[in-house]
């Protein structure tokens, strides 16, 4: 199966591919480090060590829940700070720590190489494994699906208005989730070894440390909007000796260490998002080409007016008629541009991709997360995944017909399960 058609704009595929695979791509290439490369049962780069259960993050020796992000930080101190520095790290702005020496971050796995999977830069991740010829294999110049799909394919990685929409997000999130998680391991015994009275309270928790999730279905959200914890300046941890401190909030936006060429200024509805001069990511932020920041104020209003909805639509998702057949239900479950509709359809549930267009633009308005080729560089990109990630473990429910075999963790915050909406 392929994921990710990279796109092919005016040139050919193999002009494409030439001018897009950079120098560091083959420096930084780590045959084990994806989990996002499709599987290839032909290729040479395909080792029985890539593939393995999905039950979490690997290696971490056991089976733990993904936990709302509210209670990752009341209730979890020590998973809490890793999270942060771990997400700081990511950015390429790691925070201090007495004793710990920041682990090396490879290219591929830096949040301005992980947001660009998704959409722009139009170009070849840092960690994709494919050698050149592998990537020419994907791609028949007689195909009109290579050579002009209709419509027309999404530029990035990412796949959008697809069946695959759902389960290409799902390990998109798991590449951030291993990435934050070995680094924490790596922190945690650092700290431990420098402070022997502390033994026990780190690494456990950096196994156990999953990536957070915002259940943006929860009823709370008409009345609280999005939690400050995604946008203050400052984010309270806790560090040893059971003292907290205050560091930077990783969470509440990204610096661009440089601006890809094709990022390009965005007018929709009047408004112009200038993406190519942000020097960070915004949310409902001014038309202008320096705003003083994001919008926080629109972006609770905005949030808050749509909170009922949402969580209706996310409960619709699970009112699948029984008995109706599995794959177009799955099919209208998954995605916008469902092909199975039916003549006389009278379905009017909606589907994950739809209501969760409705959180980008919520929560992004102009700004980076409202548009599919930048969203992916705001740090909340990832914690809004993690809920439909989930919400698609409870497919199961759906779709009444299939014996539910999910081994994956999943847990709803505060009672709210999102099949109760
Ligand atoms: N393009 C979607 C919103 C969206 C934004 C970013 C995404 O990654 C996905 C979807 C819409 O207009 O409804």
Redesign the pocket.
């Known amino acids: 199966m392929v994921l990710f058609p990279p796109q092919r704009g005016n040139g050919t595929f193999a002009q494409w591919y030439k001018g897009s695979r950079s120098p560091r791509a083959s420096a930084d290439y780590h045959p084990t480090e994806s989990v996002l490369t499709p599987p290839r049962p032909t290729m040479t780069t395909v080792k029985a060590r890539d593939y393995y259960p999905i039950t979490g993050r690997n290696s971490t020796g056991g089976t733990f829940d993904r936990i709302p992000v509210e209670e990752l930080k009341a209730d979890h101190p020590y998973q809490w700070t890793l999270f942060v520095l771990g997400f700081a790290w990511i950015k390429g702005t790691p925070i201090p720590f007495p004793g710990v020496v920041q682990p090396p971050l490879k290219t591929s796995l830096s949040l301005m190489e992980i947001g660009g999977i998704?959409g722009r830069p139009y170009r070849e991740w840092a960690g994709d494994r494919r050698t050149h010829d592998e990537a020419l294999a994907d791609f028949s110049g007689v195909d009109k699906k290579d050579t002009n799909p209709s419509p027309s394919r999404f530029g990035g990685y990412?796949n959008?208005a697809a069946i695959t929409f759902p389960s290409w997000h799902r390990p998109y999130v798991m590449l951030i989730e291993q990435a934050i998680g070995d680094y924490a391991e790596n922190v945690a015994q650092q700290i431990e070894n420098s402070n022997p009275g502390e033994v026990g309270l780190w690494v456990s928790a950096s196994k156990q440390l999953r990536f957070p999730y915002w259940d943006w279905a929860d009823p709370r959200v008409e009345k609280e909007g999005l939690p400050s914890l995604f946008y203050d300046n400052d984010l309270t941890v806790t560090a040893t000796g059971h003292k907290t401190v205050t560091v930077p909030n990783p969470l509440s936006f990204f610096n661009f260490p440089y601006i890809p060429e094709d990022f390009k200024d965005t007018t929709r509805n009047g408004v112009t998002a200038h993406f190519s001069v942000w020097p960070k990511t915004y949310r409902h932020a001014a038309d202008s080409a320096t705003p003083v920041g994001s919008n926080i104020a629109d972006l609770q209003t905005t949030l808050k007016q749509q909170a009922e909805d949402l969580r209706t639509k996310v409960g619709m998702l699970f009112s699948f008629p029984d008995g109706g057949d599995s794959s177009i239900i799955y099919d209208q479950f998954s995605n916008t541009r469902n092909e199975s509709r039916q003549e006389n359809d009278n379905t009017t549930v909606g589907s994950l991709e739809g209501v969760?267009?409705s959180i980008?633009?919520a929560i992004?308005g102009n700004g980076h997360?409202?548009?599919?080729d930048y969203?992916g560089f705001d740090p909340f990109f990832y914690c809004k995944w993690a809920f439909p990630g989930s919400v698609l473990l409870l497919i199961p429910i759906v779709i009444q017909s299939i014996t539910p075999t999910s081994t994956g963790s999943f847990r709803c915050g505060n009672g709210a399960t999102p099949a109760t909406g």
Do not use: L, R, S
């Open positions: 998704h990412c959008h969760h267009n980008h633009g992004g997360m409202g548009n599919p969203a």
